[in-house]
């Protein structure tokens, strides 16, 4: 680790109560090299969502991703257990499947054919007789760590780290999501968003209490009851909830975010769950460059096959991509100002923006855990 970098993980004081508490500096979301740690160290650290459960629940079933820029595969093997693997084939590098998903009887590399079974074990390697000392048993594919919860498949790299994917996410937020069964929920579509800032201005952005919701989103706005928007931490995650109100409701938001309560729970680093009567997102912040962001987001409903409910859940989705456009302009605007010699950091709300507070406070802890 240089000394620069030491230094800029240093400007950030973790210690500060939120009354006393600035943002992380500016230089954290616009230093590529600290990109590179932040990849390098929160993204490798923590357990990741690498799929839902519902795109490998069949034998043969797999999903390629990347994570902190590593390729990955999840399959499910004839065995039926579901197994994750780096998507690098043991010859020359080529990634093995190169689909997003998809079904297979085996894993067949497209470059020299080598092909492998659903369980990793390396099984053809054509016009490889007398290689010296090849030991095809040794030359599986790479196996990667992971565990399943809800409609998630996590992995992780980390391996000298013991903390189980529940340890991970806590008791607290385990016995919570639980409690909402979320198995009710189907899951209907995906969407992909681009920003052009860094992850991080996103997950700030959500983070911060309803805040920038009654000036950006008008529509949300009028089904929130934005003075009694809540926010509670737990050790690595944050609920923010409202109270809904009918009453002056935009009649689109209106029809499609329903309920007592809305549930926005964030979890650290880069995931949320988004909860509605009805209707659940997902949000996976993906870090695609310093200054760059994909986030994929997945609708679930209760009904994803008659008619009347796919048409009822494309409005939902509407509503929620409107959302999302309302909150691109302001994330590339937030990125250019941080790259102004005229910002460094900025105060936290008390009572909105304890959620950024701790999200920085374990980037902080993560950067600096692993630089010393
Ligand atoms: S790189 Fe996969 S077969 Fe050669
Ligand atoms: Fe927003």
Sequence with gaps: MSSGLQQLIDQYNASAPLDRASTIPASWYVNKDLYDLELKTVFSSTWQVAARVDQVSQPGQYVTTDIAGEPIVLVRGGDGVLRGFFNVCRHHAAAVMTEPEGKAAHLRCPYHGWTYSLEGELKGTPDFTGVCGFDRAQNGLVPVKLAEWEQWVFVKFDKSDALSLEGFLTKQLVEEIRQIKLTNLHWFERRHYSFDCNWKVFVDNYLDGGYHVPYLHKGLDSVLDYSNYMIENGERHCLQWSPMVTEGAE??????????RALYYWIYPNFMINLYDGAMDTNLVVPRGVDQTEVIFDFYFPDVTSAEARQRNAASVAVGQR?????????????????????????????????????????????SRTSQ
Excluded: M, P, W
Excluded at 334 to 360: D, T
């Design 251 to 260: 009649t689109q938001t209106g029809a499609v975010r329903k309920g007592d």
């Design 323 to 367: 959302i999302q456009d309302e909150d691109v302009a302001i994330c590339k605007s937030v990125q250019r100002g941080l790259n102004s010699r005229a910002y460094n950091a900025g105060r936290l709300s008390v009572r909105r923006e304890a959620g950024e507070h701790l999200f920085h406070r374990l980037l902080h802890a993560d950067l």
